[in-house]
């Protein structure tokens, strides 16, 4: 069965460093989303991406994240210079575009930022 | 997109029923019922969705009330896997929109 990977599982990083978080959609999908979890708290959406531009963003998503599809395969989520409430889970998500309802959700990436 | 309420925590024991009710009551003649969960720090994974019709697939059933105030999620053989938080959300369907995920359900299957 398909699934959403994500790479790195775990990424430690320091204050102000700059960190991508790499996600390989569904092959057929075309909607894809990136969202995060805090430590305890609820799921949080932050952006969604079609025909490579973002669709819609969060309040949480500013100026220091971006995000990309480099290479047709690929989905990027970048944090410029990374601050400590940062630290959580980042989920990516993919959906088909007739059925955008349902989305695959990878596994995540835990970023610690120290 | 309509809000849910969902009980905070269920207790289920392990091959029984477990019935996961949500109240919608604002919910819009366009706006679908979904159903997601997430085992412990892993990502969402879909569950079942539906309109006003109930709906079964090879995970859950889901019961939509008439009025379509509220549903309720049926798994009908709970196993030890299925512990998770069970998160109800309402939103249009049909596009490639933004889940709004609350606090959803923590169930705790025992053996």
């Known amino acids: 069965e398909p699934e959403v990977t994500q790479t790195p599982s775990h990424q430690v990083t320091q204050m102000g460093q700059e960190v991508i978080l790499r996600c390989v959609p569904i092959?057929?999908?075309?909607?894809f989303y990136w969202y995060r979890q805090i430590l305890g708290q609820k799921v949080e959406f932050l952006v969604s991406?079609?025909?490579?531009?973002?669709?819609?963003k969060s309040e949480i998503f500013d100026d220091q994240f971006s995000v990309e599809r480099p290479d047709g395969s690929n989905f990027t989520l970048k944090i410029r210079s990374t601050k400590l409430e940062d630290s959580a889970m980042y989920f990516c998500?993919?959906?088909?575009?007739?059925?955008?309802?349902?989305?695959?959700f990878g596994p995540g990436t835990r970023l610690l930022v120290l | 997109d309509a809000k849910t309420t969902q009980p905070t925590s269920m207790d289920c024991a392990e091959g029984r029923a477990a019935n996961l009710p949500c109240n919608h009551s604002?919910?819009?003649?366009?706006?679908?019922v979904y159903w997601y969960r997430q085992i412990h720090s892993q990502g969402p994974q879909y569950i079942i969705h539906?309109?006003?019709n109930n709906e079964t697939n090879e995970m859950a059933s889901l019961i939509i009330t008439e009025d379509r105030k509220s549903s309720t999620l049926i798994l009908p053989h709970a196993t030890l896997r299925d512990t998770a938080v069970y998160y109800c959300?309402?939103?249009?369907?049909?596009?490639?929109?933004?889940?709004?995920f609350g606090q959803g359900t923590e169930l705790s299957v025992k053996p």
């Open positions: 959300i309402v939103r249009v369907g049909d596009q490639g929109g933004k889940l709004i």
């Open positions: 092959s057929n999908h075309l909607y």
């Open positions: 998500a993919s959906s088909e575009t007739r059925h955008g309802e349902t989305q695959y």
């Open positions: 991406f079609y025909n490579n531009e973002i669709s819609e």
């Open positions: 604002t919910i819009s003649g366009n706006e679908y």
């Open positions: 539906g309109l006003k």
